[in-house]
């Protein structure tokens, strides 16, 4: 069973965060948030040390990363862990190429798109995937403000 992840199915669809949420309200689906806090924060180096762990330990044999079960193995949401995983591998396309994800939702393409472009979308204020001006990585922004990745944002602060 896996866990219902605004970000994941944001990435599998290209779409914003907000065009997945207005599309689940539609279908009369509850409201789903991302879990704050977890993903603005660097994370500490044992909070690394064991997400490198997981992953080897967990790591499939076609090399893919299985996203739900290192969730779970490591105790945070899979918004959390889907987010840190897309930091690391720099793009949504090598998210797809390397998560794994058990039973994909079912998407119906036409319909859903059509419905997304009647949604009214303030791209500045979109949660979505942003290039860090710095190293130019792909990263998790919350708006068009935060235009730089969480490691960047820190090395500046000095820690
Ligand atoms: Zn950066």
Request: charged share 35%.
């Amino acid at each position: 069973m896996w866990e219902p992840s605004v970000v994941v199915i944001a990435i599998l669809l290209g779409r914003s965060t907000s065009a997945v949420q207005t599309m689940a309200s539609r279908k009369g689906l509850p409201r789903r948030d991302i879990e704050p806090e977890t993903h603005r924060r660097r994370w500490t180096e044992q909070e690394n040390a064991e997400y490198d762990a997981e992953k080897r330990r967990l790591r499939r044999e076609d090399g893919r990363t299985p996203l739900v079960e290192l969730a779970h193995a490591l105790r945070k949401s899979l918004d959390t862990v889907a987010i840190h995983f897309l930091q690391e591998v720099g793009t949504t396309e090598n998210f797809l190429r390397h998560a794994w994800l058990p039973e994909p939702p079912r998407l119906d393409e036409g319909r859903q798109s059509r419905r997304l472009e009647c949604a009214p979308v303030d791209r500045r204020k979109t949660p979505m995937i942003r290039k860090c001006l710095s190293c130019e990585k792909g990263f998790w922004s919350e708006g068009a403000h935060i235009r730089r990745c969480p490691n960047c944002k820190a090395e500046d602060e000095g820690f």
